[in-house]
């Protein structure tokens, strides 16, 4: 890929990224856009997965910036940051584009259905504790899905147990 092609194709993602971060949310990107945006993430990540750890650091870091971004008076991102943007929304399309991560996002959204008052299915709970027997643990560097584990515990809704040595949490 030439440089030029490289430098339009992430200048491309960062404009759709900042799109979806807007005042109206992912509301303001069309499914054509994310589809794009899912595309040119594929195409520049690198090829190996990032680790729980790095994925961790990610998720704050560009929260951290879509938060910075939405400050008003903050004014734009540096190029920098922009270039920084770019890197970490690629490697988290190349991990929620693998099996592991595509289990996860579908394990979480049975989850939150699972606490609705729609509740599962008989065949999404067959799902539910499939996906469970595969990734049985909360990643211990994800502090929402701690927390979130942590407060069903002190509501008594689920029981949960510690895996001694690595530290996590098994719903």
Do not use: C
């Not at 469970?132 to 029981?159: E, K, M």
Request: charged share 25%; hydrophobic share 40%.
């Amino acid at each position: 890929m030439t440089s030029d092609v490289l430098a339009d194709a992430k200048r491309r993602l960062l404009e759709l990224t900042l799109k979806g971060w807007g005042p109206t949310g992912s509301q303001g990107i069309s499914q054509q856009d994310r589809e794009e945006a899912t595309a040119l993430a594929l195409l520049l990540a690198p090829r190996t997965l990032p680790g729980p750890e790095q994925r961790a650091a990610d998720d704050s870091r560009i929260s951290e910036l879509h938060y910075k971004v939405l400050t008003p008076g903050f004014g734009s991102l540096s190029e920098a940051q922009q270039d920084e943007v770019v890197e970490i929304v690629a490697r988290q399309a190349r991990y929620n584009a693998s099996p592991d991560g595509i289990d996860r996002a579908r394990r979480f959204t049975l989850m939150l259905k699972k606490f609705s008052q729609q509740g599962l299915t008989t065949t999404e709970q067959t799902e539910y504790f499939a996906l469970q027997a595969n990734t049985p643990t909360i990643d211990p560097a994800d502090p929402l899905a701690s927390a979130f584990a942590s407060r069903l515990l002190h509501r008594g809704r689920v029981r949960l147990g510690v895996v001694l040595g690595l530290g996590s949490i098994v719903i």
